[in-house]
C-alpha cells in the first residue's frame, strides 16, 4: 500500500455539538484546517487528535457515533477523560507551557500533576498514533500540547519521518531553562526530523537551548543526535488568501438589503459620520494579545491628538478563550473595566470611542469587519505568527487600509509595509494610529501591493506544501552525509574476514574510542574492565593492536605499565612497537609552545570553562565546559589568530572534539598509521576513531581495511558505530573470535 500523512493535533478539526444528547458535527473552517486540507485529502492520510468531548460526556453509543462520523472526515480520535483536559490542556499546556513560551514567567504554574498528566496524555495520543502508522508514513504533529510526541513514536517506529511545527515562540534559553523538566521536553521533540518554527529567533532561541542544555553538536540548522540528524528550519504560516479576498470582493458587491446586519450597521455608521475612521482589533481574549495596552494606547492617543475625538472609532471583537484559566478571568474583568472607563470618560451624545464585541462571530461578519475597517490594530505582547493581521490586508480589495502591527508578532518579520511598533510604547502606538489616519491613499496602496503579492504567493496550503517537501527531503540528508552502519550482517562479515586473515592489524584511538569523555581529561584512564579487554586482543595471534592517540607518551606509558601494547603518541611523534621500547617517529620543533602559549592563555581568560592542555609537543585548547556559543565564536577567532602567527605551515591548528590542537605540520596520525602500514603486509586493516585527527588514519589505510567512525558524523572513515561501548562490544568479539 501506498504511504501516507498522519497529521496529528490536540483538537481535531471537526465541530461537535452535544445538544440533549444528539450530535451534530460539521468540519471547522480555521486556517490550519484550510492549510492542511491538500495533505490531509491527499490518498489514504489521516488526522488524529481530540474530538472536543470528554469520555464523562459521552455515553457508550455517542462514543461510537463520534468514531464514524470522524471517520468519514478520515479523522481519528484520541479519547481524554476530564482529568486529562484539566491537567493536560489546562494545565501543563496553558498555565506552564503557554505563558512560559510567551515570557508570561509570571504566570506559570509548574505542577508535578500537570507534568504527569501531560506525559500520559502524550503517550494516549503515541498510542493512537502507532495503531494507524506504518513504515514509510510521514506524520506531522502540531503545537505545544504534544512536544513529548515525535519521540514516543520515534522509540517504536524508528523508520517513518516525523515532522513538528511549533505554532507558538519558542522562548530564548533564559526563558526556557527555568522549566522544571526541560530535557525531556527537548528530547521529546528531538524525535523529529524536522522541526518548524515561524521565524528564525524561535529558531534560533530553540537550537541555543538544544546547545546549552542538551550540549548537542548543532551544524548550521541541523543537530545531530541519537545517530540522526534532525533538521530546524523556519516556515511562516500564511492564510488562505483567495478565501478572504474574494469573500471580500463578493461582500461588496451586494446590494444592500443583501448584506449582514452587522455590515448595515457598519455602512449606516460610515454613511452618516463621513469623517469617522473605523480602527479594527480582532483576537481571542488572551493575555499575550496585548489588548489592556491596546486600550490604553487608544486613550493616550486621545488624550494626546484630541482633534480626533469623535472622529476615530476603535471596534474590538474579543473571541471568548480559555475562560477555565483564572488568568483569563482576571483580563476579562480588566478589559471590561478599561473600555467602560474610557468610554464613560471620552463619549458623548454623539460618539462612544470604543465598541467592544466579546463573542465568537460568523466568517461572514469577520470579512464585513475587516473590509469595512480603515486601520487594524494589532498589538500583542507575543505571538508566534498572528493571522488576523494577514487577513486584515487579504480583505483590502481595493488596496486601501492601514495595517499597525507589533513587532512581538512573527508576521511583523514578514510584514515590513505595516508600521511596526513596540506594544509597550503608547507614544510610538498614538503616533502611529495618527500616521495612519493620515497616510495618503497612494501610499496605503502601495504598500498593501507589496503585502498582498507576498501573502498571495506564501499562502497556506504552499506552507504545507513547502512543510512536506522538506520532511520527506530530511531522510534523504540523513542518509548521505555519513558513512553506512556497521551493523550486525557487516560485523559478521568483518569477523569472517578477521578470522581468515594471516596478518592483521587494529589501529585504536584512544579518547573518545576506548573510552568516553571526562570533563578532566587527566581522569580519563583505563578501567580494569577496558584493560582486561585490550589484554584479551593483544595476545591474540598474528594480530597487531596499536592504540594510536594524540596524547602525551608520558600519559600512555603510565596507562598501560608493564603491558606489551604498541603504542603511537602525540599524534604519530613517538612509536612503541611491542616488546620495544620507545623511538621517534618524528624529529620536532618545539621552541613555537614559547610564543602560542600565551596567546592560548588570554583565550582561556575571556572563556570561562576552558582551559589548556601542555602536551610535550602540541598545546591542546579544550573548550568543552564553556558556553558552547560563546566557544563557538572563539574558537573562529582563535584559528584566524594562530594561522597569522604561524609562518611556513610550520604548525597545524586541528579542529578536535571540544578542542582545538596545534601541532607541528610534519605530523599526524596517517603518517604514524603508514609507518606501521609499511611494515608487514596486512591484509586485514581496522582502524577506529572519533575526531577529526583519525580522519588523517582513515585516508590512509589502504582499501578493503574496516576504518570506523564512532559517532553518527560525516567522515573519511567506510563504517560508523555508536559510541564507545559498541566499540568495546566489537573489540569482545574479536577477542573471542579466534
Ligand atoms: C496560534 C498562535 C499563530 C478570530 N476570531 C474569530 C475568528 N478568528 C480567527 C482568525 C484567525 C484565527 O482565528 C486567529 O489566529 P491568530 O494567528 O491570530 O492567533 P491564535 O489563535 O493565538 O493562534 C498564533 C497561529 O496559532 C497559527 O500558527 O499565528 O501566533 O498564537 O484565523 O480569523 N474566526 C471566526 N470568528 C471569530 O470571531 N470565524
Known amino acids: 500500500m501506498d504511504s501516507k500523512t498522519i497529521i496529528v493535533s490536540n483538537r481535531l478539526p471537526l465541530q461537535l455539538n452535544l445538544e440533549d444528547g444528539a450530535l451534530q458535527m460539521k468540519p471547522s473552517v480555521g486556517g490550519l484546517a484550510t492549510g492542511m486540507k491538500s495533505v490531509h485529502k491527499d490518498g489514504n492520510g489521516i488526522w488524529i487528535g481530540w474530538s472536543g468531548l470528554t469520555e464523562e460526556e459521552l455515553d457508550e453509543n455517542i462514543a461510537k457515533n463520534v468514531k464514524e462520523l470522524a471517520a468519514k472526515e478520515k479523522c481519528v480520535t484520541v479519547s481524554l477523560t476530564q482529568y486529562d483536559v484539566d491537567n493536560f490542556y489546562y494545565g501543563l499546556s496553558n498555565r506552564a507551557l503557554w505563558p512560559l513560551f510567551h515570557y508570561f514567567m509570571e504566570y506559570t504554574e509548574f505542577e508535578k500533576e500537570y507534568w504527569e498528566s501531560y506525559k500520559t496524555v502524550n503517550q494516549k495520543f503515541a498510542d493512537v498514533v502507532l495503531e494507524h502508522v506504518e513504515d514509510g508514513d510521514q506524520i506531522w504533529i502540531h503545537d505545544y500540547q504534544l512536544l513529548l510526541l515525535p519521540e514516543m513514536i520515534r522509540q517504536h517506529k524508528p523508520e517513518v519521518s516525523i515532522g513538528f511545527f511549533l505554532h507558538i515562540p519558542f522562548p530564548s534559553y533564559e526563558i526556557f531553562r527555568s522549566f522544571p523538566w526541560r530535557e525531556e521536553l527537548l528530547l521529546g521533540i528531538l524525535g523529529s526530523d524536522l522541526i518548524g518554527f515561524h521565524t528564525y529567533d524561535y529558531e534560533r532561541h530553540f537550537l541555543s537551548s538544544i546547545k546549552r542544555i542538551l550540549r ?20 511562516p504560516m500564511g492564510i488562505d488568501y483567495k478565501k478572504f479576498h474574494d469573500a471580500a470582493k463578493s461582500h461588496r458587491k451586494l446590494c444592500s438589503e443583501e448584506r449582514s446586519e452587522l455590515q448595515q450597521k457598519l455602512d449606516e455608521h460610515i ?13 481571542r481574549l488572551d493575555y499575550t494579545k496585548g489588548i489592556p495596552n491596546r486600550i490604553r494606547a487608544f486613550e493616550y492617543f486621545l488624550n494626546k491628538y484630541p482633534e480626533f475625538k469623535e472622529k476615530v472609532r476603535l ?10 484559566v483564572p488568568q483569563y478571568q482576571l483580563l476579562k474583568k480588566e478589559t471590561d473595566e478599561l473600555v467602560g472607563r474610557i468610554n464613560g470618560e ?3 451624545v454623539n460618539w462612544t470611542p470604543i465598541w467592544y464585541f466579546y463573542r465568537s462571530l460568523p466568517f461572514d461578519n469577520l470579512v464585513d469587519l475587516y473590509s469595512s475597517a480603515d486601520i487594524a490594530l494589532i ?3 507575543r505571538d508566534g505568527m498572528n493571522l488576523v493581521a494577514k487577513e486584515y490586508v487579504a480583505t483590502r480589495t481595493k488596496k486601501d487600509g492601514v495595517l499597525i502591527l507589533s513587532e512581538m508578532a512573527g508576521a511583523s518579520k514578514e510584514m515590513n509595509e505595516a508600521i511596526l511598533i513596540n506594544p509597550n510604547n503608547f507614544e510610538q502606538i498614538a503616533d502611529a494610529i495618527k500616521t495612519a489616519l493620515e497616510m495618503p491613499l497612494e501610499e496605503q496602496i502601495s504598500r498593501n501591493n507589496l503585502l498582498q503579492k507576498r501573502l498571495k504567493r506564501y499562502s497556506v496550503e504552499k506552507w504545507a506544501h513547502e512543510f512536506m517537501k522538506s520532511l520527506k527531503a530530511t531522510k534523504h540528508i540523513a542518509k548521505v552525509v555519513v558513512s553506512e552502519e556497521l551493523d550486525d550482517y557487516q560485523k559478521e562479515l568483518m569477523l569472517q574476514k578477521f578470522k581468515n586473515a594471516e596478518n592483521r592489524l587494529l589501529l585504536l584511538d584512544y579518547d573518545g574510542t576506548l573510552t568516553g569523555f571526562q570533563d578532566n581529561p587527566q581522569n580519563a584512564g583505563p578501567n580494569d574492565e577496558l584493560l582486561t579487554l585490550l589484554d584479551k586482543v593483544n595476545a591474540l595471534d598474528r594480530t597487531e593492536m596499536v592504540i594510536i592517540s594524540g596524547r602525551d607518551r608520558e600519559t600512555l606509558e ?26 621517534p617517529l618524528e624529529r620536532l620543533r618545539t621552541d613555537w609552545m614559547e610564543n602560542i602559549r600565551p596567546v592560548l592563555e588570554t583565550f582561556v581568560d575571556r572563556t570561562p570553562g576552558t582551559f589548556i592542555e601542555e602536551k610535550k609537543y602540541s598545546l591542546a585548547w579544550h573548550y568543552r565546559k564553556a558556553d558552547p556559543e560563546l566557544a563557538q565564536i572563539r574558537t573562529n577567532e582563535l584559528n584566524t589568530v594562530v594561522t597569522s602567527l604561524i609562518s611556513n605551515n610550520e604548525l597545524t591548528v586541528l579542529n578536535g572534539n571540544k578542542v582545538i590542537e596545534i601541532k607541528s605540520s610534519s605530523v599526524n596520525k596517517g603518517r604514524a598509521a603508514s609507518y606501521i602500514l609499511s611494515k608487514k603486509n596486512y591484509d586485514f586493516v581496522l582502524a577506529v576513531g572519533d575526531d577529526w585527527t583519525d580522519e588523517y588514519m582513515f585516508e ?29 562490544e566489537l573489540l569482545g568479539f574479536i577477542a573471542k573470535s579466534l
Open 346 to 348: 471620552f463619549s458623548s
Open 271 to 283: 454613511k452618516s459620520k463621513k469623517n469617522t475612521k473605523l480602527i479594527l482589533s480582532i483576537d
Open 315 to 324: 471596534i474590538m471583537l474579543s473571541v471568548p478563550s480559555r475562560s477555565d
Open 558 to 583: 603510565r596507562w598501560f605499565k608493564g603491558r606489551a601494547y604498541s603504542l603511537i603518541t602525540d599524534h604519530g611523534v613517538w612509536a612503541k612497537e611491542k616488546d620495544q621500547s620507545w623511538k
Open 379 to 381: 498589538t500583542p505582547i
Open 216 to 235: 548537542l553538536d548543532v551544524n548550521f540548522n541541523e543537530i545531530t543526535y541519537d545517530q540522526r540528524i534532525v533538521r530546524v528550519d523556519s516556515f
Open 700 to 728: 590512509e589505510v589502504p582499501e578493503g581495511s574496516y576504518s570506523i567512525k564512532v559517532g553518527f558524523q560525516k567522515s573519511k572513515a567506510k563504517y560508523y558505530i555508536k559510541n564507545t561501548q559498541d566499540v568495546r
